[in-house]
């Protein structure tokens, strides 16, 4: 699954930071104690072995930066050593065995870690609840029985041919404006590839349809589920403030309110659903787009082939 820049951008800093030291420390082993005005160790070489330890965390977090989500046990213990190193420190400091000025360098070496750290750790854990909510397929193939404005179970029309199932965000989102363009501009192309479009959203029926009629797709299919029952079994969950409120959030929703033209409103149901879409063909999901930001902009005309899709997860 795609990962946010920042997260590997974060752990590539720590682990070029954390190998820096490691280097400076195994060539001067005595600097520290020089610059904290403490006597120097008996056996140095002690010192260069913790030096190295420091070097071990480095290369984990270096390789932690290609999947932070897969990787984040190396993540956990890294930031449980960066909570605890500062009072162990502090401790020293106050029984009067080390300077306070030693106890400033937990500011860079730990503390100014905690926030990033403890933001990707939460998002793998809610990438690893995501991941089992949707990991019975029993569970999506009973919310496919819900029926659309017609009285057509969705189940029935994947058996007809596949379709694009899009879960949407709020009416007043610009992403899910922009998102309703996008459907009805590939539609045409969506639809030669022999595949169909159906649409969940979290609005009643009357709104939808005055919606959905604005951009031409008022004839699709689609299933109101205000209470997000079809949303939660196929595991889309509510966003983190970065994912709904984060800078890519503000940067992309200025763009595509004002200049694209798609505009905005208050939200009336809950503006932390997370959207997404999934490829379906006689009840099974065969591709899906899982956004990680509400920002995303997923092309469901390649997710309809099927070919260049390095983002999309397989689900067979």
Not at 40 to 49: L, R
Not at 211 to 233: E, I, T
Not at 279 to 303: C, E, I, N
Request: aromatic content about 12%; glycine content about 8%; hydrophobic content about 45%.
């Amino acid at each position: 699954m795609e990962q946010p820049q920042w997260k590997s951008r974060v752990l590539w800093a720590a682990g070029l930071y954390n190998l820096a030291f490691s280097v400076l420390g195994i060539a001067f082993p005595l600097l520290t104690f020089e610059l904290a005005g403490l006597p120097a160790p008996n056996y140095p070489e002690q010192v260069q072995v913790l030096w190295l330890l420091i070097g071990a965390f480095g290369i984990g977090y270096v390789i932690a930066a290609s999947d932070p989500n897969r990787h984040w046990a190396v993540l956990l213990i890294g930031f449980l050593t960066k909570l605890l190193a500062p009072f162990f420190l502090l401790q020293q400091v106050f029984q009067g065995k080390l300077h306070w000025s030693a106890g400033l360098m937990v500011i860079p070496n730990d503390v100014i870690w905690w926030i990033p750290f403890a933001l990707i750790l939460r998002g793998a854990y809610q990438c690893h609840t995501d991941g089992r909510r949707c990991a019975s397929p029993e569970i999506m193939r009973m919310a496919l029985r819900a029926k659309t404005q017609n009285g057509m179970p969705l189940v029935e029309l994947s058996r007809r041919g596949p379709m694009i199932l899009v879960f949407l965000r709020h009416f007043g989102c610009t992403f899910c404006r922009e998102a309703l363009a996008d459907l009805a501009r590939q539609r045409a192309s969506i639809e030669a590839e022999g595949v169909g479009i159906a649409l969940i959203h979290m609005s009643d029926e009357a709104e939808a349809r005055q919606v959905f009629q604005k951009y031409g797709l008022a004839d699709l299919p689609r299933v109101s589920d205000p209470k997000r029952c079809a949303y939660r079994a196929f595991g889309l969950g509510k966003g983190s403030l970065e994912s709904v409120f984060g800078p890519k959030v503000w940067w992309r929703g200025a763009r595509a309110a004002i200049i694209d033209g798609h505009g905005m409103s208050k939200p009336k149901e809950d503006p932390y659903q997370m959207p997404g879409v999934f490829m379906v063909f006689h009840g099974q999901v065969l591709r899906s787009y899982r956004h990680q930001s509400v920002a995303d902009r997923p092309d469901y005309l390649k997710l309809a082939v099927g070919s260049g899709l390095p983002e999309f997860e397989a689900q067979v």
